[in-house]
Every structure is written in C-alpha cells, then in structure tokens.
C-alpha cells in the first residue's frame, strides 16, 4: 500500500477531513495504482478523472463512515 496515504477518519485525525488532504490521498493513490508520478500529455485527462473519481468517493466513505466511540471521546 501507499505508505503517504494517511488515515483521514477520527481518531486518526482529530477534525473532519480537509478537501485538500482528500485530493492528496486520492493523487497517491491514482500515482501508486498507474505507476506514472506525472501522467504524459496524452493521459492527462484520465488521470485527472481517476483523481476526481477516487476523491468522490473517499469524501462519500468518510461522509458515511462511523466510527465507534468517536462521539464519546468528542464530548468527553
């Protein structure tokens, strides 16, 4: 795995995930899973789309995601 993904869900991280540390992890990921740290010019526009897609559907996963205790710990 991508060891400069962080974990972006409490506790890990005491706040909400930020669009920018979504964005970064979705990047790690798209650079890890297609080998290319920068894509050609020919395959700019593809791997733009993969970021996008995998910062969606990060941000839906942290959106949905419970985590138990996390509530506890806030409030205490």
Same mark, same amino acid.
Request: charged content about 30%.
């Given at each position: 795995?991508?060891?400069?993904?962080?974990?972006?869900?409490?506790?890990?991280?005491?706040?909400? $995930?930020?669009? =920018?540390?979504? *964005?970064?992890?979705?990047?790690?990921?798209?650079?890890?899973?297609?080998?290319? &740290?920068?894509? @050609?010019?020919?395959?700019?526009?593809?791997?733009?789309?993969?970021?996008? $897609?995998?910062? =969606?559907?990060? *941000?839906?996963?942290?959106?949905?995601?419970?985590?138990?205790?996390?509530?506890? &710990?806030?409030? @205490?």
């Amino acid at each position: 795995m991508c060891r400069s993904i962080k974990t972006l869900r409490p506790p890990a991280i005491p706040e909400k $995930a930020t669009e =920018e540390e979504i *964005r970064a992890a979705a990047l790690q990921y798209v650079r890890k899973v297609s080998g290319f &740290r920068a894509p @050609a010019a020919h395959n700019q526009e593809v791997f733009a789309a993969a970021v996008d $897609a995998i910062a =969606e559907a990060t *941000r839906d996963l942290l959106d949905g995601i419970q985590v138990r205790g996390a509530a506890e &710990r806030m409030t @205490a």
